[in-house]
């Protein structure tokens, strides 16, 4: 990854795949953070805020996920289907943000 980032420069989509480094390393921390300065450069970088997203409901922190997931939908020009299909979004929807993130999203 450096030596990519020696060439292309400041490109944001090297801080998610540092980012995935950082969290295999077991370092969630740093790899949020590094997602975060993503957005903070390329605020439509979609694999930034669906590494977040990950995170947030692996932590069960669903205030962030709903946020994430009503910037994804509004900016990102993501959609996103049937949750109940994703074990990932088990317990999310069993959540009061999931009923907020239903009220709240884009409507199409």
Do not use: H, N
């Amino acid at each position: 990854i450096d030596r990519i980032d020696a060439v292309v420069s400041a490109d944001p989509y090297l801080l998610v795949l540092r980012a995935g480094v950082a969290q295999a390393e077991g370092k969630s921390d740093a790899a949020r953070m590094l997602c975060d300065q993503a957005l903070v450069r390329e605020p439509t970088l979609l694999p930034a805020a669906d590494a977040l997203l990950t995170d947030a409901l692996q932590r069960k922190d669903f205030k962030t996920a709903k946020a994430l997931m009503l910037k994804m939908e509004r900016t990102m020009s993501f959609t996103f289907g049937p949750l109940d299909q994703s074990p990932a979004f088990t317990e999310f929807l069993q959540s009061p943000q999931y009923l907020e993130f239903e009220k709240e999203r884009p409507r199409r």
